[in-house]
């Protein structure tokens, strides 16, 4: 059942057989990312998380295809547990076409649906600003994995931020947050 459409691009919780296709669409996105540590199989991240407990994603599909994809999983900040977004990719040749935004709003949408307070993320505060997230550091919370990889890869303070999906879910959060070990 669709959950909205973007572009040609129908969004859709991802089903068991939706699978292979989705490592391969972040596979393909984070080729050429300058966002994803370039040492980080985004593929293997994405099948780390999708049993555990608290996973879901979802997944765009334009004729029969899928070409963008969203995961989410458990995270917490201090003990508090919120969900992660993340990792999110649309096809290098389907870019910028407001499918990874729906992808987003969608899955956001769900998360708020099944009870999340809220949701982190790492990545641009450019894009992810836009969605409701804000800087973590602005609300007292701090990502202990903020620094340079030993790929060089350079994780930034501001990278870290968290959206609330209920009232008042921000105020709930203190200390550091957690991340997935595939993810931090
Ligand atoms: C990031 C991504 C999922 C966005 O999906 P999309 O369908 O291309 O994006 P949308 O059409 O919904 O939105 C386009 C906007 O996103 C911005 N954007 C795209 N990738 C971005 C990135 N890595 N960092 C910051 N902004 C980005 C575009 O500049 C554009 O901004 P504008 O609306 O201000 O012009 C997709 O570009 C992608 O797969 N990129 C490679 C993988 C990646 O970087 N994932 C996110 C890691 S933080």
């Known amino acids: ?42 593929g293997a991240i994405v099948e ?37 977004l993340g990792p999110v990719g649309v096809v290098p040749e389907r870019q910028n076409r407001g499918i990874g935004s729906t992808l987003i709003r969608t899955g956001l949408d769900e998360a708020r649906r099944r009870g999340e307070i809220a949701a982190i993320v790492l990545g641009d505060p450019r894009y992810y600003k836009r969605f409701g997230f804000e800087t973590g550091s602005t609300l007292g919370l701090a990502n202990p994995a903020t ?15 968290v959206a609330p999906l209920a009232p008042g879910g921000a105020d709930q959060l203190a200390g550091e947050v957690r991340w997935h070990p595939a993810l931090g």
Do not use: K
Request: hydrophobic share 40%.
């Open 1 to 42: 059942m669709p959950m909205r459409t973007a572009a040609d691009a129908v969004i859709r919780l991802e089903e068991i057989d939706d699978r292979a296709h989705s490592v391969d669409v972040e596979r393909r996105a984070f080729e050429h990312s300058p966002s994803g540590d370039p040492a980080n199989d985004i």
């Open 48 to 84: 780390r998380v999708r049993d555990e407990d608290g996973s879901f994603a979802l997944v765009a599909q334009e004729h029969g295809h899928i070409l963008g994809h969203v995961q989410f999983s458990r995270g917490w900040v201090g003990e508090t547990p919120v969900v992660t």
């Open 147 to 161: 620094g340079v990889t030993p790929s060089g890869f350079e994780i930034l303070e501001e990278h870290f931020m």
